[in-house]
């Protein structure tokens, strides 16, 4: 089972990672309109927020089961979030 403290490092880190590459395709792109990478940021955040609710939930029947789900579903919004970010 993953411990919540991983969890929440994992969270931080994935969304600062698409946050940073949204900034470094923003750099390498300027003449680019910037909406469509302004709109990830936005979901990163939002994402970020709506996990870490998720992660200090408290009365879990299943704590197992419930931190597991949060894994999957952490690893399945940092790849749509970096899909979303490559057909920029």
């Known amino acids: 089972m993953a411990s919540i ?16 590459a949204v900034y470094v395709w923003q750099l390498a ?8 990478s302004e709109a990830i940021i936005d ?5 970020f927020d709506t996990f870490m ?5 408290k009365n879990i029947e299943n ?7 949060i894994s999957k579903d ?3 919004k940092g790849n749509e979030l ?3 970010l490559n057909k920029l």
């Open 5 to 20: 403290r991983n969890l929440k490092k994992d969270a931080n880190f994935v969304f600062g990672e698409v946050i940073e």
């Open 29 to 36: 792109n300027p003449s680019k309109d910037a909406k469509g």
């Open 43 to 47: 979901q990163a955040i939002s994402s």
């Open 53 to 57: 609710a998720r992660i200090n939930e």
């Open 63 to 69: 704590n197992k089961s419930h931190f597991k789900a």
């Open 74 to 76: 952490l690893e399945a």
């Open 82 to 84: 970096f899909e979303a």
